[in-house]
T-cell receptor, first 116, second 113 residues
Framework: GENVEQHPSTLSVQEGDSAVIKCTYS??????FPWYKQELGKRPQLIID?????GEKKDQRIAVTLNKTAKHFSLHITETQPEDSAVYFC???????????????FGTGTQLKVEL | KAGVTQTPRYLIKTRGQQVTLSCSPI?????VSWYQQTPGQGLQFLFE???????NKGNFPGRFSGRQFSNSRSEMNVSTLELGDSALYLC????????????FGPGTRLTVL
């Protein structure tokens, strides 16, 4: 089945710096790649997602890039703020004709700490 | 629109007991997926229900089961609880079942003693 690897497991940056989290997936049929942010004791919240027909997507300070050939996608956060501190999860799924439905395979998470 | 809700929020059970967790999706959403979150295994997919039918199943033993009702509300059941079943159980709802955007509920924290 699908395997998603996520790096780094922890990331510490200074406020205002950029943060990059990288994920690789194993199943070339995967076509949907969401990123979730989970604060301590809270539910995972979708922050951005990308589909396989798009190479890059941006929403204010957050962007995601997808390289289907390398089976690799990344989350970029610019101008980091203390409130960005949380655990970030990448995920992959393969719906449509492959019959994957909404099953998400998650990476192991990245603990991002934004220091003042 | 109200978000995804889950009840109860916290549960304490003993080994061998069974438990039922409930999830109410966002109004109009017909797909409900369940995930188990633990510090050791991370977020793992349990199963997905769409229009009262199980759409997908993860790699969990048969002790884990679920169902969905005509109003899209879903329940999951765990029988013969084991210590290792202690986890945060999250459900997520989406409109369709084709790699659709999923919105998570707050989760049910299950502790098995």
């Amino acid at each position: 089945g699908e395997n998603v690897e996520q790096h780094p497991s922890t990331l510490s940056v200074q406020e205002g710096d950029s943060a990059v989290i990288k994920c690789t997936y194993s199943d070339s049929a995967s076509n949907y790649f969401p990123w979730y942010k989970q604060e301590l004791g809270k539910r995972p919240q979708l922050i951005i997602d990308i589909r396989s027909n798009v190479g890059e997507k941006k929403d204010q300070r957050i962007a995601v890039t997808l390289n289907k050939t390398a089976k690799h996608f990344s989350l970029h956060i610019t101008e980091t703020q203390p409130e960005d501190s949380a655990v970030y999860f990448c995920a992959a799924s393969k719906g449509g004709l492959t019959g994957g439905g909404n099953k998400l395979t998650f990476g192991t998470g990245t603990q991002l700490k934004v220091e003042l | 629109k109200a978000g995804v809700t889950q009840t109860p929020r916290y549960l304490i059970k003993t080994r061998g007991q069974q438990v039922t967790l409930s999830c109410s999706p966002i109004s109009g959403h017909r797909s409900v997926s369940w995930y188990q979150q633990t510090p050791g295994q991370g977020l793992q997919f349990l199963f997905e229900y769409f229009s009262e039918t199980q759409r997908n199943k993860g790699n969990f033993p048969g002790r884990f089961s679920g169902r969905q009702f005509s109003n899209s509300r879903s329940e999951m059941n765990v029988s013969t609880l084991e210590l290792g079943d202690s986890a945060l159980y999250l459900c997520a709802s989406s409109f369709s079942t084709d790699s659709d955007t999923q919105y998570f509920g707050p989760g049910t924290r299950l502790t098995v003693l």
